[in-house]
């Protein structure tokens, strides 16, 4: 990101987020309710048996969830880039979260 940012040479502006939950912000995670620890049938990741009690664990924790919907992420970006943009060309570089199927 540094070499990109030192090539666009101040014409744009370059944004990374993580996505409420993940990377550097406040991390999703059941300890509470055992599900993503080492005694967990699947260490750190959820079982799709363990969803129900992680669910009721960070909903105890936080309350209602919709802070952490990918719709928030959006407003989160939307209320950013508006409040600190300098009129320059605007890149939001994203990631996809690994999502595991069952």
Not at 9 to 27: E, I, L
Not at 31 to 49: C, E, F, H, N, R
Not at 50 to 67: F, I, N, Q, W
Not at 74 to 90: E, P, W
Request: charged share 15%; net charge neutral.
């Amino acid at each position: 990101m540094v070499t990109l940012h030192s090539e666009l040479n101040g014409t744009a502006n370059v944004y990374t987020m993580d996505h409420r939950g993940t990377g550097r912000s406040t991390r999703l995670d059941c300890v509470a309710s055992q599900v993503t620890t080492t005694g967990s049938p699947w260490g750190a990741g959820i079982d799709p048996s363990e969803v129900p009690a992680c669910a009721k664990d960070l909903h105890t924790k936080y309350g209602d969830l919709a802070s952490f919907s990918v719709t928030t992420a959006a407003t989160d970006l939307v209320t950013f880039i508006s409040k600190f943009t300098n009129g320059a060309a605007t890149i939001v570089w994203r990631r996809s979260n690994f999502w595991r199927s069952f």
